[in-house]
């Protein structure tokens, strides 16, 4: 029974601090909640920045835009993504581009300029990095058999890895830069949705401020396969628990990125086996 206790007080402690202070925040005279509304204003200003300005978009508009200020620079890069073997790696460092203007340089200038705060009070800081680390690695020991599982599915094959190796294509040096770049990309994320998003409204919503990030979290993943999006809830609702409880994304994001490199791995070997 102690043990029950001790699992119940695990997920109720923190739970029950952020409810607690919402209403605690709520029952002050003030006026309008100016940090909420820049929060997820801001938060969805940087989803259509990245829908319409970099989703997609065109490599060639980019450098046309970067000849207008250095001509030079602007034409070694286009000659090198002329190349038949760059171009795939060239698509991609764009998308992450993308990934970071939204995810990172929209909403910390907001954090420093407009809210006047620190980006550290946004689940960057690193009070006990590894807090709650028992917890994360149960989360991708659960997660291993799901993503074996639909790694032999065709859907998943036809989707990764992001970056489609050419016949006989060695994993170094392209695929491999790719794939840290890919890493890189799932710290923006979290920093955005487990970060910005949910420690920007928890005053507000309290322990609900991890639903009200889910929900725009499991539509970036729209287009994906449908289980990848059922997947994308409990995570975004999993995820959201363990940045509250420990006030920090970095867990988070080594979880993402651990089973990430997985899927991408999966996918390369059935790849390499199917010939």
């Avoid at 006047?116 to 917890?135: I, K, Q, S």
């Avoid at 998943?156 to 489609?164: A, D, M, N, T, V």
């Avoid at 409204?201 to 287009?223: E, L, N, Q």
Wanted: charged content about 15%; hydrophobic content about 50%.
């Amino acid at each position: 029974m102690a043990l029950w206790d001790r699992l119940r007080e695990f997920v109720a402690g923190p739970v029950r601090r952020a409810d607690a202070d919402a209403l605690q925040y709520l029952q002050q005279p003030s006026g309008p909640d100016t940090r909420t509304m820049v929060v997820l204003v801001t938060m969805a200003v940087a989803l259509v920045v990245q829908e319409y300005v970099f989703r997609g978009s065109d490599l060639e508009g980019w450098l046309n835009v970067l000849g207008s200020v250095a001509p030079t620079a602007a034409e070694d890069l286009r000659s090198w993504t002329r190349l038949a073997k760059n171009r795939e790696i060239a698509r991609l460092v764009l998308w992450v581009a993308g990934q970071y203007v939204g995810y990172v340089l929209i909403p910390v200038p907001v954090i420093w300029f407009v809210l006047r705060e620190r980006v550290a009070d946004y689940g960057v800081a690193t009070r006990n990095p590894f807090e709650g680390a028992g917890l994360y690695l149960l989360m991708f020991a659960v997660m291993l058999p799901v993503v074996w599982y639909c790694s032999t599915t065709e859907s998943f094959q036809s989707k990764y890895p992001f970056y489609r190796l050419r016949a006989d294509e060695p994993l170094w040096p392209r695929f491999l830069v790719w794939e840290l770049l890919y890493a890189l990309q799932f710290v923006a994320l979290e920093f955005f949705f487990r970060g910005f998003v949910l420690h920007g409204t928890k005053h507000r919503f309290g322990s609900m401020a991890i639903f009200v990030m889910m929900v725009p979290y499991c539509m970036i993943h729209f287009g994906k396969p449908m289980a990848e999006n059922f997947g994308a809830i409990a995570a975004g609702v999993v995820l959201g628990f363990t940045s509250l409880k420990t006030r920090s994304i970095w867990l988070g994001a080594a979880i993402h990125i651990a089973v990430a490199w997985t899927m991408d791995a999966l996918a390369v070997y059935w790849l390499y086996k199917s010939g």
